[in-house]
């Protein structure tokens, strides 16, 4: 099946974010779907690129995988300017009645938190507006549905409203003693030399990451028996949760998009164990990385010589638009990029 993958760079400096489009044949037509816009900026280069490349002014399916605005503010380009099918997106703000008895206050009322989530959701919530004035058909991206040919392995619903949502950033202080799974977030720590081998592996097992990057939609399809997964800024707790849904994503793994940018806070050698295999496999999977080229923490070394270990070619955007393709595609002026290579002592 001819399909195409396209990672556009998005930011500058340590700001970088998800800016993806691909198409897939069906039919002898093709369907178009955008996972993520990154800034405003890349939004406008989304716009430009579905009509250059793929040659149409619709796309089928918009995927906001979470709303961080490295995430979620460019998609409001890409809506106001192409023809949408349906926007996938959570919608936090819709479930007041169901997660009021986490919070603390006890003169929120539903509608009083329903006003605070719509406002501290700044980036996602003017798609939804966005959404409702040109009637594009809006649904909610929890395990278990299919976006085109894509099923969604994480979040799920419930762990979505009574996990994530109260421990959002972006949600008000919940009440003590209302017990959600939480999670502590890691001091950034001074740059330290660190030295790895092919069998020594630095890679903590207790990262975590914010609760929400955890609700990040995880996508995984199967294109000629081959696996293609997408991660947004998905944390271990999520990887494990998608991996425990379809334990078979680990078998004929093709693509995986390295989660969070490459954050080593995001991913430990154990889940990685489970979705890409044991360490010392010969290539046979490509990763790709979203992280601005000037980054000082994102991709971490780490993380690619872990993604490497277990059988993967990692190559970041780097300010540069990457293509993963199959079937018969032709870029003209194309050329073709080295992966990141294994590194032995860096800083990190
Ligand atoms: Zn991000």
New binding site residues.
């Given amino acids: 099946m001819n399909y195409e993958i396209d990672f556009l760079p998005v930011g500058n400096g340590d700001k ?3 800016a993806i489009c691909l198409r897939w044949e069906e039919n002898n037509a093709y369907k178009v779907m955008v996972i993520d816009g990154g800034t405003k900026e890349s939004g406008e280069k989304i716009v430009a690129h579905i009509k250059e490349h793929y040659n149409t002014t619709k796309i089928d399916y918009v995927v906001n995988t ?1 709303p ?1 605005q ?2 979620a503010s460019g998609l409001s380009i890409v809506l106001e300017n192409l023809e949408i099918g349906e926007l996938w997106i959570h919608r936090p703000w819709n479930y007041t009645k169901q997660i009021i008895d986490y919070f603390q206050d006890g003169r929120i009322t539903e509608e009083s938190l329903k006003r605070r989530l719509e406002k501290s959701f700044s980036y996602s919530k003017p798609l939804e507006d966005i959404a409702n004035d040109k009637k594009i058909t809006i649904k909610e991206p929890f395990q278990g549905k299919m976006i085109g040919i894509f099923e969604i392995l994480s979040p799920s619903k419930q762990w979505y409203l009574y996990d994530l949502i109260p421990d959002f950033s972006k949600t008000p202080d919940k009440k003590e003693g209302m017990i959600t799974e939480g999670f502590e977030s890691l001091k950034e720590k001074v740059l330290a030399w660190i030295e790895e081998s092919f069998d020594k592996e630095t890679l903590k097992i207790d990262g975590t990451t914010s609760a929400d ?1 955890e609700s990040s939609v995880i996508l995984y399809t199967k294109i000629d028996d081959k696996g293609i997964l997408f991660t ?2 998905a944390g271990s707790r999520a990887l494990n949760k998608a991996y425990a849904f379809k334990e078979e994503i680990s078998k004929d793994l093709n693509f995986i998009q390295v989660p ?2 490459g954050s080593r806070n995001n991913v430990n050698p154990d889940i990685l164990d489970k979705i890409l295999g044991n360490k010392g496999q010969e290539y046979n999977k490509t990763a790709v990385v ?1 992280a601005s080229e000037t980054s000082t923490k994102h991709p971490r070394q780490s993380v690619i010589n872990a993604f490497i270990r277990r059988g993967c070619e990692v190559t970041p955007t780097n300010g540069l638009v990457i293509l993963f393709s199959s079937g018969n595609i032709t870029r003209e002026g194309w050329g073709k990029v080295e992966p990141l290579e294994f590194q032995k002592k860096f800083q990190e």
């Fill in positions: 970088s974010g998800d979470h961080d490295d995430h990057n947004g800024d969070h940018h979203s």
